[in-house]
Structures are given as C-alpha cells and as structure tokens.
C-alpha cells in the first residue's frame, strides 16, 4: 500500500493519537494525589476509581486492540469457532462476581497490590507467591505485544509499516510515547484515555453494522458469502455453524477462558483500583454490554469475506483495517485506524504496570530489598514498566509476530494454573501450599506438554500451533479436540488435591494463613486496613 493514498487517514490517526498522548501526560494532575510515589497511587490510582470510571478502565484494559482485529480475523479464517470469544465474556461476569468482590476485601485490609501478595498472606509460602508472580508476568508479556500488532496491522493499511528500521519507526514512536505518560502518571493515564478510546469504538462499530451492510446488500448476502466460503474449503472446523468435531473444543476453550480472564494480573488491578465492594458489583453488572459490542465486532470478520477483502500479505489480523478502508469514506477510517490503535495503548499500559507491580511486590521486596519504602517501590515499579515496554516492542520488530500470538495463546493456559491459589484460595484454606505447588508444577508442565504436540499445518507449525488438543493423541476413537489449558486445570486440581491429602498424612509443616474470615467481607472506610505483612519465611 502507498502512504500517498492514504493522506487524510493518516493525518487524522495522528492527530487524535496525538490529542489522547497528551491526555495521558496531563492524567499525573488529573483527581491529584499528595505523592504518586507509593503503589497504591501510582499502580492502583488511589485506590479510589467510581464506578464510570471503573467500568472504562476495566473495559478498556480487557476488550483490546488485539480484539478487534483477531476476533474478525478468526471468523474471516474459521468461521463460527471464532465466536467463542462472546459466551466467555459473557459468563466471565457472574463466575467471577463474588471471587472479586473478596478479593478486593482482603486486598483492601492487608494492602495488597498483587494477586501473588494475596497467595503470600493466605498460604504463607513465599515459594508458591513467586510461582504465581512469575506465571502472571510471563503470561502478560506476550499479550502487551499482541498491542502492537493491532497498531501495526493499521499502519499496513495506510502503507507506513512493512521491514526495515525506518518501516518500524512509527510503531516504536508510538510506544516511546506510551512508555513516557505510563511513567509519569501510573495507573490514571489509561483510566483517563479509556473514555476516548471506548468513544471511538462504539462509534466505529456502531456506524459499521449500519453503514457496511447497507452498501453489502443486507445480512443476508453476508451470511451466504461467509457459506459459501466455508462449503469450498476442505478444512473439517469450518463454516458458518460448528460441528461434532470442534463443539468440545469451543465449549472448553469458553469456559477456559472466561476463568482465566480474571486471573491476568491486568484484570484484577483495575478490580482492586476502585475504590468499594459496590463499585465491583455494578461493573460486574454492567460489564457485558461490552460482550453485545464484541459480538458485533466480531461480526466484521464475515462483513470482510463479503466485501472481498485481502489481508495484507499473510497477515489475517489485517482484514478489519482493510475492510475499513475499503469500504469508509478517508475521514471516518482514519477516525477508525485511531479507535483500533488508542484502542492499543490503554491495555498495553495497565498489563506493564501490573507485570511492573508483580517484580516489585513479590521478587524485589521479597528477595531483594524486604525493607523498601513505599516510594523505592514505586520507583522500581516505574522503571520496570519500561523494561517491559521495551521487551514487548523487541518481541514485534525481532521475532515473528506469530511467535507472539503463540505465547499469548500459551499464556491462556498457564495463568489458568494459578485458579487453585487465587480463586479457590479466596474460598477455602483446605489446600495444602505443598500440595498446590505440586499441582502448579503438574499442571503447568501437563499444558506445555499438550500444547507441544498440537500441530497447524496452516501457518507450518508441527508444534504449539494451537490450542485445540486431538483426542485421538490420547488413544480415542475421535476427531473431537478439546481446549488444552482445560485438561491442564483438572489435571492441576487432582494433583494439588493428592499432593495435599498426602501432605498431611505426613504431617508436612503448612503455612500460616494470614486471613481472617471477615477480611473478606471489609469494605470502604474499614478501620482494619493495615499494612502488608510479610515476616514470614516459610
């Protein structure tokens, strides 16, 4: 594509770009705090978010860039099988209702910061804290580079992106620039962008499922080319209706990742940035009109095969920009390309803060500096929010892009690994923490195992080509597939539930639980905030 055909887009895409940077600068004045040098302000806000902003923040940070282009992009490829991204948000809210609202209690009586500070005061095991840590970082690194490529699946179609440095140049312009207003006002510049941003793709979507389809020819014309499609290609997991083969796997991989969701150390720093129990509780209400906006969004991917569209090269993640820019006036896709790529930054910024907030609470205080004050631990969470920018940014310009979707997609399964610490967690102390270390280390090593020798011969891959695990590798008479990262969790929980009914026939020392029962039911103004205690050593 040639940039010269794509002046108005582009001027319009920075321009607004530009406006929501500069947005994020002044956020650091924005419901100003006495000191931003301390977590609790710089990574969580204040602790003290409302509901509307709540609702932007935490809907910003989990319907991402990444998104709009890869939930279209499945459905252009595989049809019906990509919707699976509609139930999961769908019952992601109620699964998660009450496990929050405790989680934000506790949270806010021993202020904590992490979820692998709540595994250290309920198990009292700095070991299986680290473990639930590093699980939380290495699964969001992938998924901040994912940001970037819905940035740069934009910056395709307006021909400003391709190889070379100076080809790359816009893209690490642009996260210099998230980098710079991320380390001066923490936690509050994706909460103020948010607003923007969701503007921008409510009006966007809105005004494609009138505007693209009237000029199409109408729904049904859409429906039947996305058919006919699928009826010509002898792919088995095709077409516009699932079938016997991969109902298992959609079933799965739903309710996988709706349980998984709320596990990213992302997702839960915007739950435990508001600032009361009945803050969560609407927004666990009010969330899923967000789901009614993915299932419209997804709806593009067939919008894409009946306008003809062809992605840019081999890239499918290009087919929503182009279907943009095939079918928009110049102004409005350019209005477009701007909601998909600030659509970037809000996410991007909250994953780094809450990987920044996890070395800092739970391997630098722990291991290297357990007397650090408030404001070195802003200053190390600050510092390491760039470093994990830049190693996202290095993912995209040196590695290939689906390298990234497969360690985002591997992601998926391990964070599911840590549901028996957290979410169980905050239930019941039943479990043993040696027995929930052993389920970590069965389960996670279980999921890289199946995801090893699941193969794509689609993108070329004779190993992690997917989540869909062949039940016919288990010596079953069957072309059903089934979503890995489920048979990783259950093969966790019957290991952590041995490895615990063991450990206490042995009488194996336990950790000492630092919770009480009604410390998770505290709520707003609760005198029994005090701070993180962590002398234990076991």
């Known amino acids: 594509m040639n940039p010269g055909e794509h002046v108005t887009e582009i001027v319009i895409f920075t321009v607004l770009f530009l406006v929501v940077s500069g947005m994020g600068f002044v956020a650091a004045r924005w419901r100003r705090p006495q000191d931003l040098a301390s977590l609790n302000e710089w990574g969580l806000g204040g602790r003290n978010f409302g509901s509307w902003i709540t609702w932007f923040l935490v809907g910003g940070d989990l319907y991402t860039a990444y998104t709009f282009v890869a939930v279209p992009a499945l459905l252009f490829g595989a049809g019906a099988t990509g919707f699976f991204a509609v139930p999961y948000t769908v019952i992601v809210y109620p699964l998660v209702f009450l496990i929050l609202i405790r989680l934000w209690s506790v949270s806010h009586v021993h202020s904590l910061v992490t979820p692998a500070d709540f595994v250290r005061v309920r198990f009292g095991s700095p070991t299986l804290a680290l473990l639930v840590a590093i699980t939380g970082i290495v699964a969001t ?10 940035i740069e699946a934009v910056l395709k179609t307006m021909g400003i992106a391709g190889s070379g440095f100076l080809s790359d140049l816009p893209l690490i312009i642009a996260f210099v620039i998230l980098a710079a207003y991320t ?3 923490g936690l509050r510049a994706p909460a103020l962008i948010a607003f923007v941003k969701d503007i921008l793709i409510y009006l966007v979507i809105l005004v494609a499922i009138i505007y693209i389809p009237a000029r199409l020819g109408g729904w049904e014309v859409i429906f039947g080319r996305a058919q006919e499609k699928f009826a010509a290609t002898p792919a088995q997991g095709d077409g ?4 016997a083969n991969n109902q298992l796997q959609y079933f799965t991989l739903a309710l996988g990742s709706a349980l998984a969701l709320f596990l990213y150390p992302h997702s839960i720093t915007g739950v435990l940035a508001s600032k009361n129990r009945n803050v969560i509780k609407r927004n666990m209400s009010a969330l899923p009109a967000y ?3 993915l299932g419209l969004i997804a709806l593009l991917g067939y919008m894409a095969i009946a306008a003809g569209v062809k992605p840019i090269g081999t890239d499918n ?18 209005i477009a390309f701007a909601a998909v790529g600030i659509g ?7 994953m780094s803060i809450a990987a920044a907030n996890l070395f800092t609470r739970n391997i630098y205080r722990e291991y290297i500096n357990p007397q650090a004050t408030d404001a070195q631990e802003a200053g190390v969470s600050k510092l390491t929010s760039l470093v994990v920018k830049v190693g996202a940014v290095l993912f995209i310009l040196l590695i290939d892009p689906q390298f990234s979707i497969d360690l985002q997609l591997i992601g998926g399964v391990i964070i599911l690994q840590t549901l028996p610490s957290v979410a169980i967690g905050l239930f019941t102390r039943w479990f043993h923490k040696a027995g929930l270390i052993a389920g970590w280390v069965a389960g996670m090593g279980g999921g890289l195992i199946l995801l090893y020798n699941i193969s794509n011969p689609a993108i070329k891959h004779a190993h992690f080509g997917g989540s869909a695990f062949p039940l016919a590798k288990l010596g079953l008479d069957t072309k059903m597939t089934i979503y890995a990262g489920f048979l990783a969790l259950l093969l966790n929980l019957i290991v952590a539930v041995a490895g615990t009914l063991i450990a206490r026939a042995a009488k194996v020392p336990d950790g000492p639980d630092g919770t ?3 410390h998770f039911t505290a709520d707003e103004g609760d005198p029994r905030v005090k701070d993180l205690d962590l002398s234990s050593s076991t």
């Open 240 to 243: 516009i209706l699932l079938n």
């Open 291 to 293: 789901s009614l906006l």
């Open 141 to 150: 690194m992938p998924y901040i580079a994912l940001q970037l490529i819905g």
């Open 344 to 350: 970037a930054l809000v996410p991007a910024a909250i």
């Open 516 to 518: 009480r029962p009604d």
């Open 317 to 334: 993640n290009t087919v929503v920009p182009v279907l943009f820019d095939q079918m928009f006036p110049d102004w409005f896709a350019g």
């Open 183 to 185: 380390y001066q006002s």
